[in-house]
C-alpha cells in the first residue's frame, strides 16, 4: 500500500511537472504586481467569496474611498459598511464578517498591523490567520501567497476542478484539503504560476459545463479527457 501511495504522488509529481510547463508555455509565467498589505488582501479576499473579480475590486475600493482606515472600517456602523460593499454580494453577511476579524486581530494583537506576519514561516503564518472565524484555508493562503510572498497554493472552484480533472487530486478529497495536497505535489517555485494559470485555464477552456477538451493544451495529460476515448466532456 505504501509502494502503490509513493508511486501514485511520483506520478503525480511528474503530471504537475508537465502541467506547468504546457499552461507556461500557452500562457506565460504571469507576474504579480503591487501586492497589498496584508490586512487589505485579507478583506479584499473576504469580499472576492461567491463573486467575480470585478465586484469584488469595486466594493474594496469603495471600502477604501468610503472609510479612511481599517479602525474606522472596524468602528462603524453595520449598515455603513453593508452598504459600501454591496457590489460585491453578499454584502450582510461578508460585512459583519470583515468586522468581526477587524476586532478579533485588534484583541489578540491590539492593532491592526499584519505586518508582523512577514516573520513567521509559512505553517506560523497560516495557523495564525485560521484562528479567526470566516478565514478558511483559501483566504489564508492568498493572503501568504500574494501578499507575504509565502509558499502557499491557493485553491478556488476552477483549480479544484481542473486538478480532479487532470488526476492531480483524488476525486474524493474535498476543497479545503485540496489546498495543503496541491502543496505536495507542485514544489514551491512553482506554486505562483501554477495557481494563476490553472485559474486561467479553468475559466476560458476548462468550464464546469462542456469544456472545450479539443482545443486545450493540456489534453493529452488529462484523466478525463484520456478516460472519455478523447470525446468533449459533458
Not at 148 to 159: N, R, S, Y
Request: hydrophobic share 40%; charged share 25%.
Amino acid at each position: 500500500m505504501e509502494d502503490n501511495s509513493a508511486a501514485l504522488m511520483d506520478n503525480r509529481r511528474h503530471l504537475a511537472a508537465s502541467v506547468f510547463r504546457s499552461l507556461s508555455e500557452k500562457y506565460g509565467i504571469p507576474k504579480w504586481h503591487d501586492p497589498l498589505p496584508p490586512l487589505d488582501e485579507l478583506v479584499s479576499t473576504i469580499l472576492s467569496q461567491n463573486t467575480n473579480d470585478r465586484n469584488r475590486d469595486a466594493a474594496f475600493i469603495n471600502l477604501r474611498k468610503r472609510f479612511s482606515s481599517w479602525e474606522v472600517v472596524r468602528d462603524a456602523r453595520l449598515d455603513e459598511v453593508i452598504n459600501a460593499i454591496r457590489s460585491a454580494g453578499l454584502a450582510n453577511q461578508k460585512g459583519p464578517r470583515i468586522q468581526e476579524v477587524l476586532r478579533a486581530i485588534t484583541s489578540e494583537r491590539g492593532n491592526l498591523n499584519l505586518d508582523f506576519l512577514r516573520d513567521l514561516d509559512t505553517e506560523e503564518a497560516r495557523e495564525w490567520l485560521l484562528r479567526f472565524k470566516g478565514v478558511g484555508p483559501k483566504t489564508a493562503a492568498i493572503v501568504l501567497c500574494f501578499s507575504l510572498g509565502k509558499p502557499a497554493f491557493p485553491v478556488d472552484t476552477h483549480i479544484y476542478r481542473v486538478a480532479g480533472r487532470l488526476g492531480l487530486r483524488d476525486l474524493k478529497i474535498n476543497a479545503e484539503k485540496t489546498h495543503r495536497y496541491l502543496e505536495t505535489v507542485f514544489p514551491p517555485e512553482m506554486y505562483h504560476a501554477a495557481h494563476l494559470n490553472l485559474i486561467r485555464l479553468g475559466r476560458e477552456i476548462c468550464h464546469p459545463q462542456k469544456p472545450e477538451c479539443p482545443v486545450c493544451p493540456l489534453n493529452s495529460l488529462c484523466q478525463a479527457y484520456l478516460n472519455s476515448n478523447n470525446k468533449l466532456i459533458l
